[in-house]
């Protein structure tokens, strides 16, 4: 177990740094789900659900950690390095800014959320969660570049771990575990059945059941709490950011 965390984790702590400055999205998204991706479908086919769930977990934090780290030290890197980044940050910053947008509004934000949701459940049972293990780098690749922009904008006066923890709000994170949870199950439910017809199948219905629980929270704490999240990120970028003048960057 404590070596294929470390093949795991090791990767996510160092490849972003080594990869941001490369400006390929393609690297930055298959390079440090690859190593993950051969320990997790170990783990699938022998049935462990919480050492599958554990090793994803622990691989989304260190490269969550590393990649929010690196794009804060060059943003440019970050943006021009990772999928959708430019996309996901100009998004965030017109809703901070104006309000306007999916991030506060739960007509637009919830059937992104569903199809993701679905989509994770979907890759994951046919591929033993090595898709879905990629769709989820995509996701916090980003979300982390996103959060890294904004540790790099904030008045130099706030603490940077304090502007990371404002940008990365609880809902997003509840997000992740419904997601590694939703994922776990789909793989479990899909190996035995596609990949190794016959053997033992792994219970999963609990797995969903908690995946369900934290989807539900992730919902009902964006449509709760974005309203105070955008004011007090308006308040750690300000004019920094350029946000007095509706959002440019």
């Given amino acids: 177990m404590i070596s294929a965390l470390a093949l795991a984790v090791i990767p996510a702590l160092v490849l972003p740094w080594a990869l941001l400055p490369l400006h390929n999205p393609v690297l930055f998204a298959l390079l440090p789900v690859a190593p993950l991706a051969w320990v997790y479908r170990r783990a699938v086919a022998e049935g462990a659900a919480a050492r599958a769930f554990l090793l994803a977990a622990a691989w989304a934090v260190p490269l969550s950690v590393s990649t929010i780290a690196a794009a804060a030290y060059a943003p440019d890197a970050g943006l021009r390095g ?10 965030m910053v017109r ?3 104006t309000g306007a ?3 506060g509004n739960i007509r637009l934000f919830l059937p992104r959320v569903l199809i993701e949701y679905a989509l994770v459940l979907v890759l994951s049972a046919a591929t033993a969660g090595a898709a879905a293990l990629l769709l989820g780098g995509l996701l916090l690749g980003y979300m982390n570049v996103y959060v890294g922009w904004v540790v790099a904008n904030v008045d130099p006066s706030t603490a940077p771990g304090l502007a990371a923890l404002v940008a ?7 997000r992740v575990i419904s997601f590694v949870l939703a ?3 789909g793989a479990l439910w899909g190996y035995p059945r596609l990949y190794a017809r016959g053997s033992a199948r792994a219970p999963v219905r609990q797995l969903l059941r908690a995946s369900l629980g934290f989807l539900c929270l992730d919902i009902f704490l964006k449509w709760w709490l974005a309203p105070i999240w955008r004011d007090w990120l308006r308040a750690l970028l300000g004019a920094s950011a350029g946000l007095d003048a509706g959002g440019s960057v």
């Fill in 82 to 91: 990772v999928w959708h980044a430019v996309a996901f940050r100009d998004e």
């Fill in 95 to 97: 809703w901070i800014a």
């Fill in 168 to 174: 990365w709000p609880p809902w997003s994170v509840s």
């Fill in 101 to 103: 947008g999916a991030e």
């Fill in 183 to 185: 994922g776990t199950a």
